[in-house]
C-alpha cells in the first residue's frame, strides 16, 4: 500500500503541508476563504527539533494500536488505510494516548481527526504531498506491511 | 474443523472473533452472551446518558458484524459450567455445547459491598451495562437527586453523564480522593475543583454506613437525602467458571502471555483476566479497552492455531470530565519530573533508564509518545530526554529510530 514518507534532510520548515490538508479538508474551493486569519486544524504537522524538521502524519500501522483503543468502535482499517468515522467518536482521547506517533488531534469540532491520505476527499490523494516544495515528503510503495 | 466458543460477548469477545478470523476463516464460532445486545462499547454507556452517542452509534461494530465474521451468537443465554475432560459448556437451560478451544471473555460483575437498610432504597442502580443506563435514564428528572456511591471512573462517568439532567449529583467515597486509583492527591485535587465547579458535591474520606429509603446516613454522621441512588464502589471479575472447574485463579483467571489459562485449550481474556502488567512487572487484572480488546485478539489468533503474544500491557486512562482531560499510564514509582501551570499539571515517573509512568491533566498532545516509550521500554538514554520532558515529540528520537518510523527503512 502508499503510504506517506518523510525524507528529514529535504524538509524546509515550512509548514506548507500543514496549510495544503488543512485546505484539502475544509471541502472549501477557495484557499483564503478555508484558512486565512483562522486556526487551523491539519491532520499533519511538522516536528522540529535545533537540527532537523520533518513532517509526521498517521503511519497506517500494521498493527493499529489506535484501532485496537478506540474505545467508541470509531477508528478502523478500510483497505490497508486508518480511518476515522467522526459520527461515532466520543472525544475520549484514548487514540491521543496511544498512538506512538502522535498522529491523532482534536478536530474543530472536538472530535478526532487523522491523516486518511485524502482518499475520501476531493483531493483524492495527498495534498501534503502534492503541495511540498521540496519532495520532503513522497507518497509511495514501499513495500511494508499492511 | 475448530469449534470455537467465546464466553461472553463484549469487546474481548469481538477481539476474539477477529483474531481467530485472521488466522482461520472456516471454524465454527459460538458465542454465548448473557447479555441480549450485540458487542456494544461499554465506555460510552455515560455518553448516551449526555446524549453524545444513541442506540445506534453506540454499537462496537457494524450491524452485520457476526454475518460478515460467520459467528453465531446465543442471546440471552448464559453459560453455567464448564466440563474440562468432555470439552464441554453447559448453558442455563441445559444445552450442552463442544468446544475444541474455549474463551473465556466473561468481563466483570459490579460489586455491593453489604450496606444496612440497602434493602429498603427502592430507586437504586448499578452502572455497568446498557441496560443499567437506560433504567437509569427512565429512573431519574429534572428533580431528581442523585446520589452516587464511588469516585472511581465509572461513579465519576457516570456523574459527569447525569449532571445536566438532574437537580444535583453527590458523590461519596470512602477513599480521600476521587479517582484514587489513577490520580495522586494533588492531581485528584485539581479533577476534584473541577468537577465541583460544575455542580457535583463530594463526600470524601467517608461513605455510607447505612441507608434508610430516601436517607443515606454517612460515616461521619451527615444525612444525604436523595431520590436515585447508584452504586459504583467497584468491579469484580467473573471467574466463577473456571475457579468451579479447578482452574488457577487470582483475583482474575491467570493467563500467560498467549492468553493460555492453566487448562488445556482454554483462554481468557479481558476483564476477566490477569496477565503481566509489564510496568511493574507483575500479573494484575487490567480493566480496560484496550487491554480487553488486546488479550481477546491475541486470544483468538493463538485459539486458531496462530501465535500472538501480547506482552505490553500496561495500566493506561484518558478520562476527561467536561473537557479536562487527564491521562494516565504506568506506574508512579521513580524519579519525578513535573510541570504546572493554572490549568494544567504534568508529571513523568523516571527510573532504571526508562519512562515508568505519567499523569497529564489538561496537556494531553501526542501523549502517545510517552506511553508508547513505557511499553517499548525505551530506554532513556537513547533518547534526548531533556527535549522529551517540555513536549512529547518525536524529534527527541534518534535519527536512525526516526527513519525507522518515518522512513519506510526497516
Ligand atoms: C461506565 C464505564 C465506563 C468505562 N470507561 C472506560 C474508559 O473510558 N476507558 C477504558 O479503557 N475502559 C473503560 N471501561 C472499562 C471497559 O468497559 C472494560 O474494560 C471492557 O468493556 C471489558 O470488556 P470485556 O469484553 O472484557 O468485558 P465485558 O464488556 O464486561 O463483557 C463481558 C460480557 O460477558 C457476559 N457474560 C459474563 N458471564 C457470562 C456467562 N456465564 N455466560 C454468558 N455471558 C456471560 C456479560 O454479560 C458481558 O456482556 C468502562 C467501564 C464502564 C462500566
Ligand atoms: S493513528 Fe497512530 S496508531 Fe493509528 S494507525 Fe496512525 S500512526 Fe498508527
Ligand atoms: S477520541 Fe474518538 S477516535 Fe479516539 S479513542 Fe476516543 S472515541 Fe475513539
Known amino acids: 500500500m502508499k503510504r506517506v514518507y518523510v525524507n528529514e534532510a529535504w524538509c524546509l520548515g515550512c509548514h506548507l503541508c500543514e496549510y495544503n490538508c488543512a485546505f484539502a479538508n475544509s471541502g472549501l474551493s477557495d484557499m483564503v476563504l478555508a484558512l486565512k486569519g483562522k486556526p487551523i486544524y491539519p491532520r499533519i504537522h511538522v516536528e522540529e527539533n535545533e537540527q532537523i524538521s520533518y513532517a509526521v502524519s498517521c503511519r497506517h500501522c500494521k498493527d493499529p494500536v489506535c484501532v485496537k483503543s478506540c474505545i467508541a468502535g470509531a477508528l478502523s482499517k478500510q483497505d490497508g488505510v486508518i480511518r476515522i468515522d467522526k459520527n461515532k467518536c466520543v472525544a475520549c482521547y484514548t487514540c491521543v494516548l496511544v498512538c506512538p506517533y502522535g498522529a491523532l488531534a482534536p478536530s474543530e469540532a472536538g472530535v478526532m481527526q487523522k491523516c486518511e491520505l485524502c482518499l475520501q476527499n476531493a483531493c483524492g490523494e495527498p495534498a501534503c504531498v502534492k503541495g511540498c516544495p521540496n519532495r520532503a515528503i513522497v507518497y509511495e510503495e514501499r513495500g511494508e506491511a499492511e | ?410
Open chain 2, 1 to 410: 474443523m475448530k469449534q470455537y466458543v467465546i464466553i461472553g460477548n463484549g469487546v474481548a469477545a469481538a477481539g476474539c472473533i477477529e483474531g481467530i478470523r485472521s488466522v482461520d476463516p472456516e471454524g465454527g464460532i459460538t458465542v454465548i452472551s448473557e447479555e441480549k445486545r450485540a458487542v456494544y462499547c461499554r465506555p460510552l454507556i455515560s455518553y448516551y446518558l449526555e446524549g453524545k452517542t444513541d442506540l445506534d452509534r453506540i454499537g462496537y461494530r457494524g450491524a452485520d458484524f457476526y454475518e460478515s465474521m460467520r459467528a453465531r451468537v446465543l442471546l440471552g443465554r448464559k453459560a453455567v459450567r464448564i466440563d474440562p475432560d468432555a470439552r464441554e459448556i453447559e448453558l442455563d437451560d441445559g444445552e450442552k455445547i463442544g468446544y475444541t478451544e474455549l474463551c473465556i471473555a466473561a468481563g466483570s460483575s459490579p460489586f455491593v459491598p453489604p450496606f444496612e437498610g440497602l434493602d429498603s432504597v427502592k430507586n437504586k442502580y448499578s452502572f455497568m451495562t446498557l441496560d443499567d443506563a437506560l433504567a437509569l435514564d427512565r429512573g431519574i428528572g429534572p428533580d431528581s437527586r442523585v446520589l452516587i456511591v464511588g469516585a472511581g471512573l465509572i461513579g465519576l462517568k457516570c456523574a459527569e453523564g447525569l449532571a445536566g439532567r438532574v437537580k444535583s449529583v453527590t458523590v461519596c467515597d470512602l477513599a480521600d480522593r476521587v479517582l484514587s486509583s489513577i490520580l495522586d492527591t494533588e492531581c485528584a485535587a485539581m479533577m476534584q475543583r473541577h468537577l465541583e465547579r460544575h455542580g457535583i458535591s463530594f463526600f470524601l474520606n467517608d461513605s455510607a454506613a447505612r441507608f434508610e429509603e430516601n436517607t443515606a446516613y454517612m460515616k461521619s454522621g451527615a444525612a444525604v437525602p436523595f431520590d436515585v441512588l447508584v452504586l459504583a464502589v467497584g468491579v469484580r471479575a467473573n471467574t466463577s467458571l473456571f475457579k468451579d472447574m479447578g482452574g488457577e485463579v487470582n483475583r482474575g483467571i491467570i493467563v500467560d502471555e498467549r492468553m493460555r489459562t492453566s487448562a488445556q485449550g482454554i483462554y481468557a481474556a479481558g476483564d476477566c483476566a490477569e496477565g503481566t502488567d509489564i510496568s511493574i512487572g507483575q500479573k494484575r487484572v487490567l480493566a480496560i479497552l484496550p487491554n480487553a480488546y488486546m488479550q481477546g485478539h491475541a486470544a483468538g489468533v493463538n485459539m486458531a492455531g496462530g501465535c500472538e503474544v501480547f506482552d505490553k500491557a500496561i495500566p493506561m486512562n484518558s478520562i476527561g470530565f467536561f473537557g479536562l482531560h487527564a491521562m494516565t499510564a504506568g506506574s508512579y514509582d521513580g524519579e519525578l519530573y513535573e510541570e504546572k501551570t493554572e490549568n494544567s499539571l504534568k508529571r513523568l515517573f523516571t527510573g532504571d533508564d526508562l519512562l515508568k509512568g505519567f499523569i497529564l491533566i489538561g496537556c494531553d498532545e501526542r501523549a502517545g509518545i510517552y506511553t508508547s516509550m513505557i511499553r517499548e521500554k525505551t530506554p532513556l538514554s537513547s533518547v534526548d530526554f531533556t527535549l522529551l520532558k517540555k513536549a512529547a515529540t518525536t524529534a527527541a528520537f534518534s535519527a536512525e529510530e526516526r527513519r525507522k518510523k518515518f522512513g519506510g527503512v526497516v
